[in-house]
């Protein structure tokens, strides 16, 4: 697992949507999550923790984001943000909102893959000890990012953050930092829609897909993709109400999900 002050690896998520009631209530109930509330000028900004480990947090739209879906964003902790949003433009991305600073003295840019895949980086915050990715249910488990351009996404992500990548048999690429598998790559699946953009996809640990499904389904989300099995147990693409993807992975295979 990743410690969560590893630069170059991904340590955060959130959510911005246009319900944050509603969205509070459905990952609360699907979930797990307890909520605290951070009052800020950009707005409340609400952080989600299991079992008193921070998992990520939630927004409400910008104004400028009115009329928008709800959309989850994978933030990559970053020694230099500078350097970094350097490193973004001549590797082919795109600056889609220059370094700023959040209320805890944090800097965050938003940028995106030569592919399209959107991003943020984040640097000068408090390192939190421990760990983000985790079994145990509720928590984050796993990022990925979806392209039609595996070979363009791929050589992007090997120049601005020094990551190495690895194909299984089944040609899955993982990416690797420090000879240790950080996040994946996936060419985006037959089905979806040719609108959809390249994306970073966040996983979130539960204990049954299945039972997880049903549940999203009856709390006014909707299942995108059912469970698939893949070699370390099952995982499914479910839908907020607002609108916003994300999956869900059991470890059954792996026997039952435990503390990291």
Do not use: Q
């Not at 060419?187 to 953009?197: D, K, L, N, Q, Y």
């Amino acid at each position: 697992m990743v410690s969560i002050s590893t630069f170059n690896a991904p340590n955060w998520a959130d959510l911005s949507t246009p319900e944050v009631d509603a969205s509070i209530e459905f990952y609360r109930d699907l979930l797990g999550w307890e909520f605290r509330t951070e009052a800020t000028d950009m707005g409340d900004y609400h952080v989600a923790s299991v079992d008193g480990r921070e998992v990520c947090g939630l927004m409400k739209h910008p104004p400028e984001m009115e009329g928008a879906p709800a959309m989850w964003t994978v933030f990559f902790h970053v020694e230099d943000i500078d350097e970094m949003v350097e490193k973004v433009g001549a590797a082919g991305g795109r600056v889609l909102e220059p370094p700023f600073e959040i209320p805890n003295g944090a800097r965050v840019g938003v940028v995106a893959d030569p592919t399209g895949a959107m991003f943020a980086l984040i640097a000068g915050e408090t390192p939190v000890d421990g760990v983000w990715y985790s079994m145990v249910p509720g928590s984050v488990c796993w990022t990925e990012t979806l392209t039609r351009d595996t070979k363009t996404s791929a050589r992007f992500y090997r120049e601005i953050f020094g990551w190495e990548t690895e194909s299984d048999e089944g040609g899955y690429v993982s990416f690797l930092l420090n000879g240790e598998k950080i996040a994946g790559l996936l060419t985006m699946p037959e089905g979806v829609p040719a609108e959809a953009p390249a994306h970073w996809a966040v996983y979130f640990t539960v204990e049954s897909c299945e039972v997880s499904e049903r549940a999203a389904v009856d709390l006014g989300g909707s299942v995108l993709a059912e469970s698939m099995t893949v070699e370390i147990g099952y995982f499914a693409v479910l839908e907020d109400p607002a609108g916003a993807p994300f999956d869900i992975m059991d470890f059954t295979m792996t026997g039952d999900p435990v503390a990291v």
